[in-house]
């Protein structure tokens, strides 16, 4: 019989394995993602539950592989720029500098300090904005119809409106170039930042007063997705969910990169290391970000944005090695480089503190229900440009 | 006490549900087609070729250097130099692009092109409303395409253009006035544009 | 009221409705339609009850057996995950349910024709049976068995309850697959 | 009786007068059939438009502006798209089951609505003895359906948005009959239209004696539409539903007009819950002060459904949803002994008429503060306020 003249016929096969408990049927094996509402790009979680309990979960990702590392080894050092833009497309400025930063420091350049004041700024700038977005999408992962996400839309849309005026692109903004930053502010953009920057303020507290007392939410992230701090350390987990386990790890303090030493702030620390505490976490670090923010937009010299010995095209570093990492609003970003003397990096990998965020899923899930898995994963805070890669 | 933090939020969203009637700062969306946000003049979509003049053919910037073509992180850009050769705004004879193809189905809009080009001739544009059926030929661009006038490029970005088109007539004038002297002048390196702020 | 030939034909249909969703409910293999047709059969009994008048009864019918009963036990079917099984084998010894049901119907039928030999052919009013007096006769004559079959319910409550709590000793959360620090034992997976 | 009030019931018996004497009884049910048909699928396709745009305008965007005036047609455009889209039944599905299960959805609730006293002398089916059970008996029958729909279609979400929808109703059933029982209790009578009226007694001169002004009435006001939220599976109980977890859950896999049908069932159940709830607490068709009965009495029983309709869409725009297992333990711990206590309020409201006004209220606040104290001291003990350190 010929196959293809066949009709297709569907049916419900007698389970392969009767011993296997996702067989026999004990237990439901879903799969969340890639096509499913809640997932953060397209990730899938290989659930298997035991009624709505989670008792074993497989991140599975690669749906968005690019292959950005290859690529950026046979690109010259500034085309690889805007695809570190697509790493982490909610922060394209932080990875734009983390890769900067490593570069200058490969090649030995040196950055004039507006250009480190613009960094500070376009970083802290992105921070807010990834930070409003985060507890908004953790909010929709709840249930929440989008109000709190929109709220906090309606603020990244004018942060976004800087970036715009700043880099031309609201997104993969390209900016940072290696020795200082590709062009200047246009005219009144900072004051036009100063008045975001005030007005964020009120937004967090409108933010923090719609939600952060609220009995549901507190009912739905506290003592949820618990990370012991052992664990947080062990897995090498950074960012502000590794605060919210009580780790005191932030690389603005601990290497004081760019011209961070010259600000005041605080580093919070979460003692519960749950989903709320990485909630709240991320609220009080935009409250300081808002303090980085009004000294640095205050104390912004004039000069050059550029250091002019920066070479744009026929750029070679000295063979060697280099690592470079900043704070990105999702935890440690770093990038390495080993240079051969040649117009592209010999070696170039990126530690994404996403993906490295995302390995403990399935110990923060197992025993917990599916609803607070999808919860447990707003709250991680993943972008799969930058798992991925 | 219970259930306060709800009302806390029900407050909240009652203020911003009278709030996007009475405050144009609460209700921030555009609509969209009929309504457009200001253009910004740094914002960038997609390049285009500068040409001065009124011919895009004979006032076409571009000498086919083909560095664009090179630093392209996506290679989008296809150059085929000229076999002969045109004169350009000094008068000396330059290449020109036979062929200058950007595919903009590739092009990831980084403006590494409008730094890395020479002699100004590769800027951004700020079109973005390019949606087509063919999505092969509907989104590759022609030189002829892609050639616009300076006009165009000092309506889009006038602080840019400004400064190029000085620089260009000084250049000109230093031309004239080294041909008229009968010895060469050096080129300066461009001057950028001046910090505002 | 409406015409007779209309009641008559009411009742056809109800009958119907209760003969093949009953004979239906026992036939089927598929054991959720099974539970479906059942929910069908007592559907038509409650129309039963309207149609001789009994409004409370009928209402209660569908509230108690169609809305409780009827959806315990198809959830209790999806519950077990034996919903799937299509393939399901027949009773080895369909007589002995057949007869069962033919006895229990001789002894209706006997009971009904013997004791009150009128009733079928004069049907007397039928009381009028208001909801009040119904809960005054529960609440004062019947009260005893009330309470006593309340008292029932609650203990099989409590009886289930207890089978349904886990049981002490056995958790089904598998150790995390990193190793916190100070675990000696090695991470193990049970599969 | 003034002419705006009755309207449509003069109008419906000047139309019914026109047929012969046998078949008026049964052109009058086709009339008031109709008017049911056509009223409240009429008001669910305006509250969708309504409610989008009053999202929309809590999450501060403008929302469906681009149908009709002011995107009031949005609905008409809904209804079109989804009359015309590819009906997808899934090969693996129950096909019969799957079809029949929007429909089972769809019935009960319409036949609810027929019970409803709209306004003075307005209701389709007048059930003196068992309105109320009438009405109770015909919401258990969604629960079917929503089986049926998740059962049938083969799907794992549609399997867990059905366990958890038959969860939740059966959880909620309780509490819901139980705050209406102490109204029951009260007026002694099951039928609805006696139940407003002896809402209809004048307090104080000017106060008409709604339910829920006095203390068990108000407290089970609270707790039915809490409990009418979670049957008619309203955020924050939209868990069946829950988008972001399971889906769409139990109509994941239905499209087209099924899917519209499930929507519209699911409106037309918060109609008639709310309806209900309206009649026992609210004083159905009664307007508040006996000064305000020049208006017509169908215009007081729409308009109370439409504030309540905006109260239910302003907390779907606030709250985020909750869990299975704190949905589960609020029917149980929480809204099933405050009924309980309700109840109890209810019959110490009824044997101390002759009290004076404050002693009759001080029972109820002590009944309901103590447990109400002690849920808020439980919560603290779970979710102490947290404080934050900061690294040096």
Redesign the interface.
């Known amino acids: 019989m010929n196959p293809a003249a066949a009709p297709r016929t569907f049916e419900v096969r007698p389970s392969p394995d009767a011993a296997d408990p996702v067989h026999d049927g004990s237990l439901l094996e879903v799969s969340l993602g890639p096509q499913h509402p809640s997932t953060h790009g397209v990730f899938r979680m290989d659930v298997v539950l035991d009624g709505e309990t989670v008792v074993k979960l497989k991140p599975v990702f690669g749906y968005l592989h690019r292959n950005h590392e290859k690529i950026a080894e046979n690109t010259s050092y500034l085309g690889s720029m805007p695809y570190t833009d697509r790493l982490d497309y909610f922060c394209s400025l932080t990875s734009n500098w983390a890769y900067a930063l490593t570069v200058e420091r490969l090649a030995g350049l040196q950055v004039p300090e507006r250009a480190e004041y613009l960094r500070v700024i376009t970083a802290e700038l992105t921070r807010l904005q990834n930070h409003a977005a985060v507890c908004g999408f953790l909010l929709q992962d709840m249930g929440a119809l989008g109000t709190p996400l929109m709220y906090a839309f309606r603020e990244r849309e004018r942060i976004l409106d800087l970036f715009e005026s700043l880099t031309g692109a609201r997104m993969m903004c390209n900016y940072m170039r290696f020795g200082g930053c590709r062009c200047d502010t246009p005219p009144g953009w900072l004051e036009q930042a100063r008045s975001v920057v005030t007005g964020f303020g009120a937004f967090l507290d409108e933010f923090e007063a719609l939600l952060s007392s609220n009995e549901i939410l507190l009912g739905r992230t506290q003592g949820i997705g618990i990370l012991p701090r052992e664990l947080a350390i062990n897995a090498g987990i950074s960012g502000p969910m590794a605060r919210a386990s009580g780790v005191a790890y932030d690389i603005r303090k601990v290497d004081r990169y760019g011209i961070y030493d010259q600000f005041e702030f605080r580093v919070p620390l979460g003692d519960h290391g749950d989903v709320f505490d990485r909630y709240m976490i991320r609220a009080l670090e935009m409250r300081e970000s808002l303090r980085i923010l009004g000294a640095a937009l205050q104390r912004i010299p004039a000069g050059p944005v550029i250091d002019p010995k920066a070479k744009l095209r026929g750029f070679r570093p000295k063979p060697g090695e280099s690592y470079g990492r900043i704070e990105s609003p999702k935890g440690e970003l770093g990038f390495y480089l080993i240079s051969d003397g040649g117009p592209n990096p010999w070696r170039y990998r990126i530690r994404p503190p996403s993906f490295i965020n995302l390995t403990i899923l399935e110990d923060l899930c197992l025993g917990r229900s599916v609803a607070d898995a999808v919860v447990i994963l707003g709250s991680v805070d993943i972008v799969l440009g930058e798992v991925d890669r | 006490m219970l259930g306060g933090g709800i009302l806390h939020g029900l407050a909240v969203t009652a203020k911003n549900f009278v709030g996007s009637f009475t405050d144009p700062e609460r209700l921030v969306t555009l609509g969209y087609p009929e309504e457009r946000a200001p253009a910004k003049e740094n914002a960038r979509q997609f390049p285009f070729l500068v040409f001065d003049g009124a011919d895009p053919q004979a006032g076409l910037r571009c000498v086919a250097c083909q560095i664009c073509e090179k630093e392209c992180p996506p290679q989008c850009i296809l150059i085929v130099k000229s076999k002969t050769k045109k004169p350009d705004h000094l008068g000396k004879p330059q290449f020109f692009p036979a062929t200058f193809d950007i595919d903009l189905s590739v092009c990831m809009s980084c403006q590494i092109c409008v730094e890395v080009c020479p002699f100004d001739a590769i800027k951004m544009d700020q079109e973005f409303e390019l949606a087509t059926n063919d999505r092969f030929e509907g989104l590759l661009r022609h030189r002829d395409q892609l050639a616009r006038p300076n006009a165009h490029f000092q309506k889009l970005h006038p602080t840019d253009a400004a400064a190029i088109d000085a620089r260009r007539a000084e250049e000109l004038a230093k031309a004239a006035a080294a041909a008229t002297a009968a010895a060469a002048a050096p080129r300066k390196p461009a001057p950028e544009s001046p910090p505002a702020a | 009221m409406p015409p007779e030939p209309v009641l008559s034909l009411a009742f056809a249909i109800v009958a119907g409705l209760v003969l093949g969703g009953s004979v239906a409910a026992v036939s089927c293999r ?1 054991r ?2 099974a539970g ?1 047709f059942l ?1 069908v059969a007592l559907v038509g009994l409650a129309l039963v009850f309207l149609r001789m008048g009994a ?2 009864l009928g ?2 019918q ?2 108690v057996y ?3 009963v ?3 036990i ?2 209790a079917i ?2 077990t ?1 034996g ?2 099984s299509a393939h399901e084998r027949r009773s080895n010894a369909p007589g002995i349910g057949i007869g069962l049901a033919v006895l229990l119907w001789g002894v209706l039928a006997w009971g009904i024709l013997h004791r009150s030999p009128g009733a079928i052919a004069t049907p007397s009013p039928p009381p009028s049976m ?3 007096d119904l809960g005054e006769r529960l609440l004062r004559e019947e009260l005893l068995p009330l309470q006593t079959v309340g008292l029932l319910l609650t203990a099989a409550l409590i009886g289930a309850a207890l089978i349904a709590l886990p049981e002490p000793g056995i958790s ?3 150790s ?7 675990t000696e034992t090695p991470p193990s997976s049970p599969t | 009786m003034d002419a705006p009030d009755q309207i449509f019931v003069l109008l419906k018996h000047a139309v019914v007068s026109w047929f012969p004497t046998p078949v008026q009884p049964w052109i009058s049910a086709v009339l008031s059939i109709g008017a049911i048909l056509a009223v409240y699928p009429m008001i669910f396709a305006l509250t969708t438009v309504i409610e989008r745009k009053a999202l929309g305008r809590i999450q501060n965007r403008p929302g469906p502006n681009r149908v009709g005036p002011a995107g009031f047609l949005q609905f008409a455009a809904d209804g079109i798209k989804s009359l015309t889209k590819e009906d997808i039944v899934p090969r693996a599905a129950d096909s019969v089951v799957h079809f029949l299960a929007p429909l089972v959805v769809v019935v009960p609730p319409l036949l609810a609505l027929a019970v409803l006293p709209v306004g003075r002398n307005m209701v389709a089916l007048d059930l003196p003895e068992t309105g109320l059970l009438f009405f109770l008996m015909v919401g258990t029958a969604v629960e079917l359906g929503v089986f049926m729909a998740g059962w049938s279609s083969h799907n794992k979400y549609s399997l867990l948005g059905a366990m958890r929808a038959i969860a939740q109703l059966l959880s909620y059933e309780l509490p819901l009959l139980l705050s209406t029982v102490s109204v029951v209790m009260l007026t002694g009578s099951l039928s609805l239209n006696a139940i407003i009226g002896h809402q209809s007694e004048v307090h104080a001169g000017v106060l008409l004696g709604w339910n829920v002004f006095t203390p068990w009435g108000a407290a089970g006001a609270v707790l039915f539409f809490i409990a009418a939220l979670a049957e008619a599976n309203r955020s924050p109980f939209d868990l069946p539903e829950a988008e972001s977890e399971i889906v769409a859950g139990y109509f994941t896999e239905y499209s087209g007009f099924k899917f519209a049908l499930f929507f519209l069932g699911e409106y037309l159940g918060l109609f008639a819950v709310s309806g209900l709830g309206i009649t026992l607490f609210l004083g159905g068709w009664l307007p508040p002060l006996t000064v305000l009965s020049w208006v017509p009495s169908w215009l007081w029983f729409f308009g109370k459904l439409a504030v309540l309709m905006g109260i239910f869409i302003w907390l779907r725009g606030t709250l985020p949803r909750l869990r299975m297992d704190q949905l589960m333990r609020f029917a149980w711990q929480f809204l099933l002994p405050m009924s309980l206590i309700n109840l109890l309020v209810a019959a110490l409201w009824q044997y101390s008429t002759p009290w004076p006004h404050l002693l009759r209220w001080l029972p109820a606040a002590i009944l309901f503060g103590i447990p109400y104290l002690l849920y808020h001291r439980a919560f603290l003990r779970q979710h102490p306020p947290r404080t934050y350190r900061y690294a040096s």
């Open positions: 598929n959720v339609h479906l929910a409004e409370f209402f209660i569908i509230l169609v809305g409780a009827a959806v315990l198809v959830f999806l519950l995950r919903s799937d208001a909801v009040r089904p959360r598998p995390g697959s990193h190793g916190s620090a100070g």
